[in-house]
């Protein structure tokens, strides 16, 4: 997806939701559904963006002989999305949708660089 069509999803996502008439029809759906698609697009765009940035991150770790994986800086990440939260989606949902985003670029890193396994938490970079 090029810049300029997130810039367009954007300026549609940023304009006033669709009005919900007295009594709604059918009709009354599409609006909401094409919003809730660009959403869709915007947020798809963003996530891999943010694999792109984390997996940079990630390689230039390694390159640096640092950890890959450092659990005290998922929680922050964690506590940082918890923070902003606006709502209506609960604190706890939020933190279960971004711990599976971090698990996802966790696994897409994996796959880039396989030739030496992440530290997951579970075994001590001594262990890799």
């Not at 549609?12 to 009709?27: G, M, N, S």
């Not at 390159?63 to 709502?87: F, H, I, Q, T, W």
Request: proline letters at 9%.
């Amino acid at each position: 997806m090029s810049s300029t069509s997130v810039q367009e999803l954007l300026l549609q996502v940023q304009t006033a939701p669709p009005v919900v008439p007295e009594t709604p029809t059918e009709a009354d759906l599409r609006p909401w559904r094409d919003r809730i698609d660009a959403l869709d697009r915007v947020i798809t765009h963003l996530l891999n963006e943010r694999a792109v940035c984390a997996n940079q991150i990630g390689h230039i770790k390694k390159k640096l002989g640092m950890p890959v994986y450092v659990p005290s800086r998922e929680e922050d990440v964690l506590r940082n999305v918890v923070a902003c939260n606006p709502g209506p989606l609960p604190d706890e949902a939020v933190r279960r949708l971004f711990e599976r985003v971090i698990d996802e670029t966790r696994s897409l890193e994996r796959q880039r660089y396989q030739a030496e396994p992440l530290y997951d938490g579970r075994t001590g970079p001594e262990d890799e």
